[in-house]
């Protein structure tokens, strides 16, 4: 089965996913990690190109895309499935549906051509379920205790698009599910288990 992990940075993302893939692992199934952009030494570079603060490197919106995108298609066809194919269960730290919320919806990129092109990208290997950790962009802003990245940087007006970005399209996939990320961790956990165990059940009893 295939999961990924999205939403806001300061959610709460990287904290969730640990808990869930050991989860998983005492479930008795092994688990592939991954993150997008990221996990393949192509990823790797394209994600150290995005994200890194450089005033030489310009990126346009749709070149920011494009990055993003090839970032995946390396991920599908390295990582993803090729783990699917083993029988693994797979953790992705975020996939598509970011794109599509980042440049997109916040990006203000037109969203047929988000979507097209992300298609193209995974190739019909789509999650199971995509978890969505909503919380308010301030009460996310005060957890990110941290020196923010090129994306992070990119101000309370983009933030506030994303988050609606998340749950408009939240409304129109079946596959993604909004947790609520201002809980404590446990209780958030206790959510994104929930949902995985019924899917997994239904999954062994097909
Ligand atoms: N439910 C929660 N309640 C309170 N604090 C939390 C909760 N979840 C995470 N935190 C704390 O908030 C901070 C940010 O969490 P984390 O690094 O998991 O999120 P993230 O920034 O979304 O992840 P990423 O680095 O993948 O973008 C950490 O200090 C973490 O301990
Ligand atoms: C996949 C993807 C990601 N982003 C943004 C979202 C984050 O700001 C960074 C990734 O870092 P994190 O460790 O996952 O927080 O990149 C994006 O804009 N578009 C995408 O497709």
């Known amino acids: 089965m295939f999961f990924?992990?999205?939403?806001?940075?300061?959610?709460?993302?990287?904290?969730?996913?640990?808990?869930?893939?050991?989860?998983?692992?005492?479930?008795?199934?092994?688990?592939?990690?991954?993150?997008?952009?990221?996990?393949?030494?192509?990823?790797?570079?394209?994600?150290?190109?995005?994200?890194?603060?450089?005033?030489?490197?310009?990126?346009?919106?749709?070149?920011?895309?494009?990055?993003?995108?090839?970032?995946?298609?390396?991920?599908?066809?390295?990582?993803?499935?090729?783990?699917?194919?083993?029988?693994?269960?797979?953790?992705?730290?975020?996939?598509?549906?970011?794109?599509?919320?980042?440049?997109?919806?916040?990006?203000?990129?037109?969203?047929?051509?988000?979507?097209?092109v992300g298609e193209i990208t995974i190739d019909d290997v789509r999650p199971d379920a995509v978890y969505v950790l909503d919380m308010s962009v301030e009460a996310a802003d005060q957890r990110m205790a941290r020196e923010r990245d090129r994306m992070e940087e990119q101000g309370a007006e983009f933030r506030r698009r994303l988050r609606d970005g998340y749950l408009t399209e939240a409304t129109s996939d079946s596959a993604i599910h909004v947790i609520d990320a201002s809980q404590s961790i446990e209780k958030v956990h206790a959510s994104i288990v929930a949902i995985a165990s019924e899917l997994m059940q239904r999954g062994a009893s097909t």
């Open 4 to 116: 990924t992990f999205d939403g806001i940075d300061g959610a709460g993302k990287s904290t969730q996913i640990d808990l869930f893939c050991q989860w998983v692992r005492d479930q008795g199934h092994t688990v592939t990690q991954c993150r997008d952009p990221g996990s393949t030494p192509l990823g790797e570079r394209i994600r150290d190109l995005l994200l890194t603060h450089d005033t030489n490197v310009s990126i346009h919106r749709r070149s920011e895309m494009l990055l993003y995108m090839a970032a995946r298609a390396q991920l599908v066809e390295e990582v993803i499935r090729p783990a699917l194919g083993r029988g693994e269960v797979v953790v992705s730290d975020r996939y598509l549906l970011a794109n599509i919320v980042y440049q997109g919806h916040a990006g203000q990129l037109p969203l047929e051509q988000v979507r097209a």
